[in-house]
Each structure stands twice: as C-alpha cells, then as structure tokens.
C-alpha cells in the first residue's frame, strides 16, 4: 500500500513563511508527478503547484514569486516552500502525487491535507 503523508502546516503570522512536506511510502517503483493543492470552504481544490520527475515545474498565478515547490527523489518527499504569506494563503494543502508501484500500477494519491493559517 502506498500513501502519502503531509507536514508542516500551522498558524503563521502575514509575511510569514512555513515549508510543508509530504512524503510518500510504501511499494513504490516510481514516482512522477508530485503537487500541492489547497482548498478552503465552500471552494474548489485549486492547483497551487506541480512538478515532474525531471523537476519541472508549474506554478498558479497566486502563488508565482512566493512559493517554491520542490522534490527530493531518494527521499520520495515533496516541499513547498511558502514565504510572504498572506491571509487568503489560508487553506488545507493536499499533496498529490501519480504513483507507479512495484507492482506496476499506476495510482494517483492524494494526501490527508495540513491545515495553513494566516490570520488577517
């Protein structure tokens, strides 16, 4: 079984910074994309960032500038890196990641989400 299990969140002041991490065990062959997404009521779960095995990467709008998404593959983990935070920074963050297991399966997960708060 493969799962993917995020840290890192919590309350930060504005302009402040926090680096979530999500790290993914179990029998993995490989792992290709890796992201971060974020969701608050009411709301759809918005695309923060994405990168690939390669390290490419792919940022929204609102996150351009301030946020740093990167990937250790020895580790099989993902960051993001936040800085400049802001109030409407404030969301659950779930990390997603497209799996090849040992197995040969190809899998999509997604992580139990990590609470950011950014009090205005």
């Known amino acids: 079984q493969v799962q993917l299990v995020e840290s890192g969140g919590g309350l930060v002041q504005a302009g402040g910074s926090l680096r979530l991490s999500c790290a993914a065990s179990?029998?993995?062959?490989?792992?290709?994309?890796m992201g971060w997404y974020r969701q608050t009521p009411g709301k759809q779960r918005e695309l923060v960032a994405t990168?690939?095995?390669?390290?490419?990467?792919n940022y929204a709008d609102s996150a351009k500038g301030r946020f740093t998404i990167s990937r250790d593959n020895a580790k099989n983990t993902v960051y993001l890196q936040m800085n400049s935070l802001k109030p409407e920074d404030t969301a659950v963050y779930y990390c997603?990641?497209?799996?090849?297991?040992?197995?040969?399966?190809?899998?999509?997960?997604w992580g139990q989400g990590t609470l950011v708060t950014v009090p205005s």
């Open positions: 990168i690939t095995d390669s390290r490419s990467t």
């Open positions: 179990g029998s993995i062959f490989r792992l290709n994309m």
């Open positions: 997603n990641a497209a799996v090849v297991t040992s197995e040969l399966l190809y899998l999509e997960l």
